[in-house]
């Protein structure tokens, strides 16, 4: 029963363990016999008929909408904007020539969200919505959808949904970069690559006792943590960060590493939980320069580092996939340690005080 608990303790255990089986549903829902993504032709000629592609959305959405500006920058080599839709609406960005927008929703019920596409179909932009609820408002209300196909996400914070986002991103990406007859996405084996994460989630859950620990013993009493990282990376320290935040009340922030020296740092007391994504290989040198300076000011240093570049007393060790998916390994010890502080701190971990799973007032 996909809507059930089953015998999971909490819908967010069990929906975090679903993942890799998500990831492969997607490359059967996506991805035809002869391995050619199905996406319709109509879409791909819309999106690339753009100069620019926006990304609106709200909360963890709006963080996979930041690993997909990546994938579209890397793979179609067209810009990309990304939003906060709630800042959208009142502040609209002086627009390119041919916008093309795109809303990530897992509800497709976010009101934020559709006043911006509310906006956009008035001035007749071309839009779609990529949402796990078919028929939802903001899919009926653009031009095409692709859905998520993650099943019901029932814990208000949201973990298969992200990286199906960011697997559609993907998907979206590569069929889009071949239309165009790019090498790197004529390349790209979505299959192979994807298939690899799926293996690469379920080494990691199945380890999941050493992110309890390791939770325990960093995250069991103190009122703030940090997650830090650079690029990619960063964007995977606001996830991590909100996921803790919303379910363990620990204030948690997510920075860019580079920016600690421009203030944060002055934040660094002796134990101050400091966890850094050392995933995007281009920063790692940088980011670990910035751990040593926040552990001599007496933070607690916690690594989540891909395996290539792991160096004795690392404590978070990812598998190796393809440089553009890293962050759906690396979201994974950010959701199990929300998990794990929420529980051990005796909150609801389903569903954390004053928020709700679909917030449809602006
Ligand atoms: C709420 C939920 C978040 C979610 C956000 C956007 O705040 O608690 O988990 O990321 O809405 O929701 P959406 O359905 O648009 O992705």
Not at 280 to 298: F, M, P, S
């Amino acid at each position: 029963d996909a809507a059930g608990k089953g015998a999971y303790p909490h819908y967010m255990l069990k929906e975090i363990d679903e993942q890799p089986a998500v990831m492969r549903r997607l490359l059967d829902e996506y991805l035809d016999a002869d391995g050619q993504l199905n996406i319709s032709p109509e879409l791909l000629q819309a999106m690339n008929a753009a100069d620019r592609l926006y990304i609106v959305a709200a909360g963890t959405s709006y963080h996979a909408g930041l690993i997909g500006k990546t994938l579209f920058e890397s793979l179609v080599q067209k810009p990309v904007e990304v939003h906060v839709a709630s800042e959208f609406g009142y502040h609209m960005p002086l627009l390119s020539e041919k916008p093309f927008f795109i809303f990530l929703t897992q509800s497709g019920e976010t009101a934020d969200s559709r006043q911006v596409l509310v906006q956009t179909n008035a001035l007749h932009y071309p839009s779609l919505t990529i949402t796990n609820s078919q028929g939802s408002t903001l899919s009926r209300e653009a031009d095409y959808t692709l859905l998520l196909h993650a099943g019901p996400e029932i814990a208000v914070a949201s973990t298969k949904a992200y990286t199906a986002q960011i697997a559609v991103e993907l998907f979206l990406a590569v069929a889009l970069g071949r239309h165009n007859q790019l090498v790197l996405a004529e390349q790209f084996d979505v299959h192979h690559e994807l298939g690899l994460v799926a293996t690469g989630m379920e080494a990691l859950l199945s380890e999941k006792e050493q992110i309890e620990t390791l939770t325990t013993d960093y995250l069991q009493t103190t009122r703030n943590a940090f997650y830090i990282g650079r690029g990619e990376d960063y964007a995977l320290s606001l996830e991590a960060a909100l996921k803790l935040k919303e379910i363990s009340y620990i204030q948690a922030e997510g920075f860019a590493a580079g920016e600690l020296k421009h203030g944060t740092i002055a934040l660094i007391e002796a134990g101050t939980p400091v966890i850094a994504f050392l995933v995007d290989e281009k920063t790692i040198a940088h980011t670990r320069g910035n751990l040593q300076e926040v552990t001599a000011r007496g933070a607690q240093a916690l690594t989540i580092v891909s395996e290539r570049f792991a160096q004795e007393g690392d404590q978070v060790i990812l598998p190796s996939v393809n440089p553009l998916l890293t962050p759906l390994l690396g979201v994974i010890p950010g959701q199990l340690i929300a998990y794990y502080a929420s529980l051990h701190r005796g909150y609801d971990v389903d569903q954390p005080r004053n928020l709700a799973k679909s917030v449809t007032v602006e």
